[in-house]
């Protein structure tokens, strides 16, 4: 089951905005403008994070994780805010927040806390690997397959990839359907955190 990205916020700009940084990474995403929007459109039983704004008209963002957890949602949420306090952002970790950052999102950081939630909840919902299985797949690779598989993970088209390695787009689609077999993955995000985590346990 493909992963989502779920962004809650009463502005359609700053919505807009993450939604658009995080397709460009190959993250799927659906925004909702309020935390009851999110409630009666969100499919809860599918994997991924939510990213949620404190202040909303009606109800907060924190009544929001409240009611979540109520729920017994494992989703993990990442706070954002532009007025958010010390205390309020320990308070949300300690109600079991993913992560807690500051508007104007910066990417370096919103970026990894994502991958990293959404690995979580994948782990969660029993589709990571275990990393025994992911080494194991990991190391039938080509040193050809996996140098087109981090091109991938970076968002290029068999066509960018094929110019780049002065290769036929047809050659490259052969290396990269091997390639996303043996690993058993075919999205960007997906390949981004499976070689992230293989070669952390590389090093």
Not at 34 to 48: C, I, M, N, Q, V
Not at 93 to 115: C, I, T
Not at 131 to 139: G, K
């Amino acid at each position: 089951m493909k992963p989502l990205v779920r962004v809650v916020d009463d502005s359609e700009s700053v919505r807009a905005s993450l939604e658009f940084l995080l397709q460009c990474e190959g993250w799927e995403t659906e925004g909702f403008d309020s935390a009851e929007s999110f409630l009666t459109g969100d499919k809860p039983s599918r994997p991924g994070c939510l990213i949620l704004d404190v202040s909303m008209p009606g109800r907060s963002g924190l009544q929001l994780q409240a009611l979540l957890r109520e729920r017994a949602s494992r989703l993990p949420i990442i706070f954002l805010t532009g007025t958010g306090t010390v205390d309020m952002a320990v308070k949300s970790m300690q109600d079991g927040a993913f992560d807690f950052q500051q508007k104007p999102v910066n990417p370096e950081r919103l970026l990894p806390a994502v991958a990293r939630a959404v690995e979580q909840s994948l782990r969660l919902a029993g589709l990571v690997q275990d990393e025994s299985e992911q080494m194991s797949r990991y190391r039938k690779l080509t040193p050809r397959e996996l140098e087109i598989l981090h091109l991938v993970a970076g968002g290029l088209t068999s066509r960018d990839i094929a110019a780049r390695l002065e290769l036929s787009k047809r050659t490259v689609e052969h290396y990269r359907a091997d390639a996303q077999k043996k690993i058993g993955l075919s999205e960007a995000a997906r390949i981004a955190l499976f070689l992230n985590q293989c070669e952390r346990s590389e090093s």
